[in-house]
């Protein structure tokens, strides 16, 4: 699942500043789990 998961989030979920510090990833990678299947969706089209 995860080598699934893993471009969307380095390359469309993530802002660039999620790459400032570590807190910053850390925050920006529980956004995007959290809010996984509401928010971030993937799309098969």
Request: net charge negative.
């Given at each position: ?8 989030i ?12 570590r ?23």
């Amino acid at each position: 699942m995860i080598e699934i998961i893993y471009p969307f989030i380095k390359y469309e979920w993530i802002d660039i500043d999620a790459y400032s510090s570590r807190k910053n990833l850390v925050k920006y990678l529980e956004k995007v789990l959290d809010n996984f299947d509401s928010q971030y969706v993937i799309n098969n089209d």
